[in-house]
């Protein structure tokens, strides 16, 4: 006799019945983090399913963060974590997403992040953080004008970001600011680019050690702000000849 049950696992998917399935089992300890889950093979078998259907299945366990899989190896189970969820989360969002309106959305999580990771610094920053904080704004400097300008920038404001004490939000900083960090153009002229850079940093150490949370918000914001405008490519002019422009 056919149950209720019986009908709701008939109108849901294949794929679907699979991953839970896989996932109630590395949840309850049957597959034990970093072992290998059965072969597709023995997957299709167990489940009476084409090879397809249950590729489905573990992408679907991959994205939600209980299977790794490398390039010809079994797929390992896992547990989900703050890292493997968003890092498949923020992928996601860069495919959606095309590559001007990614980055600026990108930017302006960026500018929400740390704007008030400067104020919050400003209010609690202990001795320590400071010094760590010190520490990264001097190395900052050692590097203006060279290719390892960018790596120190980034440490810098992760300093900041890291006196919050917020693994998820030191989380999405990792991931997007490198992210966005890599896929910037080349400046014109480095040297003045870095050396304004490093100047906007002093002034947001500066605000911090003095505990001025309206300075530390207000140079990070405009701090922000310039540093993505300068990067942006200017708009096309039309001749001057007058002439019409064809397409």
Do not use: W
């Not at 008939?10 to 109630?24: F, K, M, N, S, V």
């Amino acid at each position: 006799m056919t149950t209720h049950t019986d009908k709701i696992h008939e109108q849901r998917r294949t794929p679907d019945l699979i991953a839970d399935t896989l996932i109630a089992e590395i949840r309850d300890g049957t597959f034990q983090p970093e072992s290998p889950l059965p072969t597709e093979r023995d997957l299709c078998e167990r489940f009476s399913a084409s090879r397809p259907t249950v590729r489905e299945a573990l992408a679907q366990m991959q994205m939600r963060g209980y299977v790794t899989a490398g390039a010809g190896k079994r797929p390992r189970a896992t547990m989900p974590s703050i890292t493997s969820v968003l890092k498949d989360t923020g992928d996601l969002i860069r495919e959606v997403l095309g590559d001007a309106e990614s980055g600026a959305h990108l930017e302006q999580m960026r500018q929400f992040i740390e704007t008030g990771a400067a104020r919050e610094a400003a209010k609690r920053a202990d001795n320590m953080q400071l010094a760590k904080l010190h520490a990264a704004l001097e190395q900052n400097f050692e590097t203006v004008g060279t290719v390892d300008f960018a790596q120190t920038d980034i440490a810098f404001h992760r300093a900041l970001v890291s006196v919050v004490g917020n693994p998820v939000i030191l989380t999405l900083h990792d991931m997007f600011v490198s992210t966005m960090i890599a896929h910037r153009p080349p400046t014109d002229d480095a040297l003045r680019y870095d050396m304004m850079a490093y100047e906007e940093h002093c002034e947001i150490y500066q605000a911090v050690l003095d505990g001025d949370v309206v300075a530390a918000t207000d140079v990070m914001d405009r701090h922000l702000t310039r540093s993505y405008r300068a990067r942006l490519k200017a708009p096309r002019k039309t001749p001057k000849d007058g002439g019409r422009i064809t397409h």
